[in-house]
Structure formats: C-alpha cells, structure tokens
C-alpha cells in the first residue's frame, strides 16, 4: 500500500471531491479505490500500461489511485478525437483500455499483443508505477513522456492538513492538473471539478462551494475579466488564484488584482518534463519569482531557464532526448531575466520571437503594452514573413466594443510609440471577436 493509499484512509468523513454526480468523503473515496482494485485484480497486472479514457471525476480520481498502488504505468487520455486517441493508445504501448461509465463501471479492454518499451521494462523490473504524458506542442507530433510517478508523488509527503476547497482546473492528463490533483489529497482538502471549463461554470462552482483556490492560466483568468464575471457571481470565498503554463502580461495582471483585491495572485512554474517546481512570488502585483523547490534546481544559460529535477521524466518514449544535456539539464524554452536577490522573470518562450531584421521582439512584452488601453480587451502578438526585415509584428486584438478601426488602430499606434522602439510596434492590426485559443486555454499564435 502507498503512502497516500494509507493517508486517504485516515481522512474519514472530510468532503474529498466533488464533480457533477454530488460529493463524496475521503471514507467514499478510499472505498471506491479497494473496489476498483478487487474489479480490476484478475484482468490487469503490475507492470502493465493501462489507458483511462476520462477527464477528472469521482471515479476516475479512484481509479487512478487503484492503479498507481497495483503499480500499474497509467496513461490518462481526455481526448474524444478517436484518431488521436488511437495513435496515443499505440505510442504509449497501451495495453488494457478502461472506459467509465457515469455509474461507475469499468469497461476493460485489451489490445493486440504490444511489447513493452525499454523505459516501462525500467519500471517494472524497479516494481514502481509510472505515468505517460502527451506534449501540448502545436507543432509535430506530441511527445509521449514516461514519469516514474511513485518519485512523483513522493515528493508531496509530509504536508500539513488544510481545510480547503480547491478547484481542479487543468486536465486529467495535464502534469498541472495531476500536480493539482496530488497537492490537494496529501493536504486533505476538498477538490471540486467543474463538468466544463466556460467561465460561468467556473465562477458558479466558486460560489456554490465556497472554492478558496484556483489554479488556471493567465488566458482563462483573462477571459474571466472579459465575461464580467466578477460581478454577476460572488467569488468573495477565493484567498488565491495561482496561474501558469503561459507568459502573464503586466498589464493582465494588474487587471486581475483590482478585480480580486482579495485573492493572493501567485506565479506557479513547471514543465510536463520535469513537473511542478515550487515557487514563491515576490508579490501578487508582481511577476517576479523565486525557484526554491528542493526537488529540483535552475540555472540560466544565454538567457534559457535550465531545469534539472528529482521528479522529470525517465525519457520520451517516441522522440530523442536533445532537450536535455548529457548531465540531466532540461532545456525549458522559456527565456527569462535575473534579476536581484535570487528572483527570475520569465519573459516568454524561445520559440516565440520575432525577428525583426535581427532586432528580436517579445510577444508578451507587446501584448502587455497593447493591453493598457483600456478599449483592449486581450491580444495576441506574433510574427509573420516580411520580405525586408524577415519577419513584421501582427497583433490580433480583441476590443471593449466596435469603434471606428481607423481611428482605433491609429490611437494604438500612438499609444505603442510613446511605449515601444519602432521595430516592436505591430505593422498589421487584425480585429477579432475572440482570441484563438487552445484546449488548454493558452494563446495561439499564428
């Protein structure tokens, strides 16, 4: 039996979850696990790469929590696209497919005989459980990243006891949201899991059931702010609203603090490959932050945040391993500044310059500035070929309501010049209804 296995048993009538069925105790929740293992004893084994077919609920939290003590390596898949599923199904060496129905039954299935790759034989000869992940990259083929997930959720041991509720946000098969969903059981505290992510859902779940903390991205946070949601729920209950897994601009975040003066606003840090990195922001008005994890360490090379970590993957399972150095670095992408007293900003992703014939240009330094004009509600900054200067800077923009384009566009142009060198001032401005955004609620550019 896991540590964790044990510490739910011991949490007895404290509410543990709640989804769109009702909510269940911790005495509910560490019975469905025996259930789920009994169930599953004859068809599934230690060792074996099993697909879970769902977002978060009840039943799928003790589901996972079954598996991860039979020692089985768990693949979460959220997605319904049946060739997307399929190709992950064969990526990860998938060999038994569970399916919950909204009773909770489970529904296993077998596929054709699948080797096992050289990483989960790793695990298996170590009788240790494990957890593949997909890239969220929208460029290629996702990558398929094995954790060691008993290292994982060793390293949430020893928490104190809280009295909290916490709203899952990110997915089932978001290392986020699986670093969400461990936070919360070590500590005790009640998770509450929306049936959708839409603001109203999201707020009306605040409300209800009084969510002290939310953990999500600077883009739904944002859309929040958009949908006036601040005002037509009472989201008094929130102590802290922590976000990730994109760039925050400035401006958003001064935004959100007048919206929830209340709310403690914290930068959180992590990547799928090397998990969640614990982090202290210096305030909640400011993106400057400190890593402090002792799981893990940082160095900044040619302005590149290095990773190296206790919990990162033990490999890819369907790609090379050139992001990380010989000696275990994990190059992240992310560029940041460093800045006094051991503090780090992260200023964007490598991937996202701008060149400007050789001038480089931060998307989310522009968006920030384009988003202190009040008309604008959101923007998305990116680069697009330009004969001359190899590329030019586009920004879509979203507004508070449908004026004039031409004078708009000259009022921001102006407000850019007192605010920008030239070659960052946006040569094309695209007026859209909505920002385009991915499943996981972070910015697409195009």
Same mark, same amino acid.
């Given at each position: 039996m896991t540590w964790l296995v044990s510490h739910i048993n011991n949490l007895d009538s404290r509410s543990a979850i709640t989804d769109a069925s009702?909510? !269940?105790?911790?005495?509910?929740?560490?019975?469905?696990? +025996?259930?789920?293992?009994?169930?599953?004893?004859?068809?599934?084994?230690?060792? =074996?790469?099993?697909?879970?077919?769902?977002d978060?609920?009840?039943?799928?939290?003790? *589901?996972?929590?079954?598996?991860?003590?039979?020692?089985?390596?768990?693949?979460?898949?959220?997605?319904?696209?049946?060739s997307e599923i399929n190709n992950k199904i064969e990526v990860a060496f998938g060999k038994k497919i569970i399916k919950i129905s909204p009773s909770g039954q489970l529904k296993i299935d077998a596929t054709k005989e699948i080797k096992n790759h050289t990483l989960t034989a790793h695990l298996i000869k170590k009788n240790q459980a494990g957890l593949i992940l997909f890239s969220s990259g929208s460029t290629g083929s996702p990558k398929a990243m094995i954790h060691n997930l008993d290292i994982l959720v060793d390293s949430f041991t020893g928490k104190k006891i809280k009295k909290l509720n916490m709203l899952v946000f990110l997915m089932f098969d978001h290392i986020g949201g699986i670093n969400?969903?461990?936070?919360? *059981?070590?500590?005790?505290?009640?998770?509450?899991?929306?049936?959708?992510?839409?603001?109203s859902e999201i707020a009306a779940l605040i409300e209800k059931y009084k969510v002290n903390v939310l953990p999500t991205s600077p883009t739904f946070l944002n859309m929040m702010l958009m949908d006036n949601v601040s005002k037509r729920y009472d989201l008094r209950s929130l102590k802290m609203i922590t976000y990730g897994t994109e760039s925050m601009p400035e401006s958003l975040l001064q935004r959100l603090k007048t919206s929830f003066p209340k709310a403690r606003l914290l930068q959180t840090f992590g990547t799928s490959e090397t998990g969640i990195i614990q982090s202290t922001s210096k305030s909640s008005d400011s993106l400057n932050l400190k890593l402090n994890d002792p799981n893990q360490e940082y160095k900044v090379m040619?302005?590149?945040?290095? *990773?190296?970590?206790?919990t990162q993957v033990l490999g890819y399972l369907n790609a090379s391993m050139d992001s990380f150095t010989k000696d275990g670095w994990?190059?992240?992408?992310?560029?940041? &500044? =460093?800045?006094?007293?051991? !503090?780090?900003r992260i200023?964007?992703?490598?991937? &996202?310059?701008?060149?400007?014939?050789?001038?480089?240009?931060l998307p989310s330094e522009v968006e920030s500035i384009l988003m202190e004009m009040e008309i604008v509600l959101d923007a998305t900054v990116y680069g697009a070929p330009n004969s001359i200067t190899g590329q030019s800077v586009v920004a879509d923009i979203v507004l508070f309501d449908?004026? &004039?384009?031409?004078?708009?566009?000259? &009022?921001?142009?102006?407000?850019? +010049? *007192? +605010?920008?060198?030239?070659?960052?001032?946006?040569?094309?401005?695209?007026f859209i209804k909505n920002t385009n955004i991915s499943d996981r609620f972070k910015k697409l550019r195009n």
């Open positions: 009702g909510t !269940y105790t911790y005495s509910e929740l560490s019975s469905k696990v +025996r259930s789920f293992q009994k169930e599953t004893e004859e068809m599934i084994t230690a060792g =074996e790469v099993v697909i879970i077919l769902s978060y609920n009840f039943y799928s939290i003790a *589901l996972f929590i079954a598996l991860m003590n039979k020692r089985c390596i768990i693949v979460p898949i959220v997605s319904r696209v049946n969400t969903l461990i936070n919360t *059981l070590s500590i005790g505290a009640h998770i509450v899991l929306p049936s959708n992510r839409n603001t040619d302005g590149e945040l290095w *990773l190296r970590s206790k994990f190059k992240t992408g992310d560029l940041v &500044d =460093e800045l006094k007293n051991g !503090y780090i200023i964007g992703r490598k991937n &996202d310059l701008i060149n400007v014939g050789g001038e480089k240009v449908s004026n &004039d384009s031409k004078s708009v566009k000259k &009022d921001i142009r102006g407000h850019c +010049r *007192l +605010r920008l060198s030239e070659f960052k001032i946006p040569t094309k401005i695209n």
